[in-house]
């Protein structure tokens, strides 16, 4: 057990794998009586149970790494935010105490935020960190897409793959039937000529 | 102790501000009750979600090629019409066009496969179809504003036979030029893993790519100025219809974003002439037809370096350029618009029609 303990993800791996164990065994101690009478939807739950365990024990890892691309991504807005302010006030100083100097402070304010934001917008630190926050948060939807899939199983209903093959199937009916019209249109083309 | 100044007009500005907030209510229609759209029209045609809609006629004598517009595939065709005084449409009817346009409509799951090859091959090539066989004619005047303009692009090359004129107004060509942060973030997106994971390509994220174009402009300043200018009619009716607009963009087919982002935006195929749309290579030296290619200047969403290879990469002789001083919506939408872009359109298309 120690080996396991040696860094963040040996303890990730522990706990995974103490679920699993855990879960494997629960569903074969309760698997003998149960089988006798389970045909329901709890039974099939707890049959699907450890790939469950197994989603949820993943997820943990990816929220950790979601978590880590969230704080980066604030830490960049907040990064702009405080040198736009630096700017503005240095600027501040040279701009008049009156009606006008308002004004002017306002288009100043607005314009060096813009900027600003706009460099963070368009620099490739901060595209490749959205982009790894949005992916992070793509994985752990496929996470609960597949336990959502378990949930519809044990209720006899489809699932999202299964739903996915019909969308997949009328569109390539729909193409085939598009192609015959289309066949069917030339003919009657031709045959006018 | 120092004594504190305030300054009156900063003072003067903060109560003004504070009123209209708590009057705004009582001034100014929710703004989802806003109404988009006054010009008539008929659905002409329907296939799946997309409509063809055509314009009632406001002029006795008409232009004999019909003029069919590709909207755009993020937002809704009323931008096009959102207001009498700066209506595109109103306009071009008043000109005497025969004017169509493709509302692409609101995809749903079962849409997530439809890509390229059924947005032109398919639905504007039937549109195409039936407007031909309508009027009597056998080519069309093609206008394509944004992403529509790239769709108007393929379909003329793939099908130029059946294209009299086109129009490309701020098209999306070649994706490597384009300056704005929008393609920064399409070029190192996993549009793979978005597909396959959610299917279509959700209104929320285009809202956020919308929001950080321009975020303190249009997130602080725009909305300081409608409070600002609570009591002024003409400036919060066409603001309200304007923030409407942008708050309704549809979900965009899964497959489609798919090609959109890998074909124009990470590997630039359709200005490198290696773009496939329905086992077909769209050649852009296919487009030999009338070519007017309308670029806005101060476009934050299509950069017009993004825009202008167009007008280079086509073999027509007869093709024109113009920049103009103005916004991607203001090109469209503006008063701008009706007195410079609108009638040299106009006369343009005349021209060749």
Known sequence: MNNYMENDSSITDYYKKTAMFWSDMIAMMSSKPTALTGVGPLRTLSSNLKKITAELTEANKEIVEFNNFLIEYYKQLADTWSSAQKEVTSKASELPQNEEGTEAYKRVWIDIFENNFTGLFDSKKFSENYNGLISKELELLKRWNAVTDVMLKSANLPTKQEIDEIYEEVHNLKNRIFKLELDKKKAEKNARK | ?353
């Open chain 2, 1 to 353: 102790m120092p004594e504190n100044k305030f300054d009156a007009k900063i003072i003067g500005e903060f109560l003004n501000l504070g009123r209209s907030l708590a009057e705004a209510p009582m001034k100014v229609s929710v703004p989802h009750e806003v109404k988009l759209g006054s010009t008539q029209f008929d659905v002409a045609y329907k296939e799946d979600k997309m409509r063809l809609l055509h314009f009632k006629p406001l002029t006795s004598k008409q232009v004999k090629t019909p003029l069919l517009i590709s909207y755009a595939i993020v937002n809704r065709y009323h931008i096009f019409d959102i207001d009498p005084k700066k209506s595109w449409i109103k306009n071009l009817l008043e000109q005497g066009f025969d004017l169509y346009l493709i509302d692409w409509g609101t995809p749903t799951k079962i849409d997530k496969f439809l890509g390229f090859n059924e947005y032109v091959n398919g639905y504007m090539d039937n549109c195409v179809d039936f407007i031909c066989d309508e009027s009597n004619v056998d080519k069309v005047s093609i206008q394509g504003y944004c992403t529509g303009g790239t769709l108007a692009t393929v379909y003329s090359s793939l099908h130029p036979e059946r294209v009299k004129n086109l129009v490309a107004t701020a098209p999306v060509i070649d994706g490597w030029k384009d300056t704005t942060v929008v393609s920064n973030i399409a070029k190192y997106f996993d549009v793979d893993k978005l597909v396959d994971t959610v299917g279509n390509m959700p209104p929320e994220f285009i809202y956020y790519c919308f929001s950080i174009l321009k975020p303190f402009e249009q997130g602080v300043e725009k909305y300081l100025k409608f409070f600002n200018n609570i009591d002024n009619e003409k400036f919060v009716d066409s603001f309200l219809k304007i923030e409407k607009w942008l708050d309704e963009t549809p979900p965009i087919p899964g497959e489609l974003f798919r090609q959109w982002i890998k074909g124009i935006y990470q590997d630039n195929l359709l200005i490198k002439n290696k773009m496939s749309v329905g086992g077909k290579l769209v050649s852009l030296e296919n487009l030999n037809m009338p070519i007017f290619t309308q670029v806005a200047v101060g476009d934050h969403l299509v950069s017009p370096e993004c825009s202008m290879p167009l007008h280079y990469a086509v073999s027509s002789t007869d093709k024109t350029l113009k920049l103009y001083p103005t916004g991607h919506v203001g090109m469209i939408a503006s008063s701008f618009s009706q007195k410079t872009v609108l009638p040299e359109l106009g006369k343009w298309l005349k021209e060749r029609s």
